[in-house]
């Protein structure tokens, strides 16, 4: 098992940042990927960041140059830094960690056996 606490979410104006943290519990960040994934009223999750045991970062189209997903592995916490927040990024985000997942899987929320329960981020208008 492998515990993970997501955190960091909250009430925020359109245009504005938000940090989100995502720390695992005596588990060292380095030898999973982690992924950031949402999940809005109504709608699918859909993935959103992950970062490689490498280091290499992958984003969502829709994110990339608004999102920064980053790791602290002395830490064993990864962030997801959100700037210039828009209303359609209100969702759930989530945290999820797999040691075996491979790169075609990266995107696909199934493939991730350990998760964290999610911080609500709300962005208004």
């Known amino acids: 098992q492998v515990p993970l606490q997501a955190c960091g979410g909250g009430l925020v104006q359109a245009g504005g940042s938000l940090r989100l943290s995502c720390a695992a519990s005596?588990?060292?960040?380095?030898?999973?990927?982690v992924g950031w994934f949402r999940q809005a009223p109504g709608k699918e999750r859909e993935f959103v960041a992950a970062?490689?045991?490498?280091?290499?970062?992958y984003y969502a189209d829709s994110k990339k140059g608004r999102f920064t997903i980053s790791s602290d592995n002395a830490k064993s916490t990864v962030y997801l830094q959100m700037n210039s927040l828009k209303p359609e990024d209100t969702a759930i985000y989530y945290c999820?960690?797999?040691?075996?997942?491979?790169?075609?899987?990266?995107?696909?929320?199934?493939?991730?056996?350990?998760w964290g329960q999610g911080t609500q981020v709300t962005v208004s208008s």
């Open positions: 005596g588990r060292p960040f380095r030898n999973y990927v």
């Open positions: 970062i490689w045991r490498s280091g290499a970062t």
């Open positions: 999820a960690a797999d040691q075996s997942i491979i790169m075609s899987s990266m995107m696909s929320s199934q493939h991730y056996h350990y």
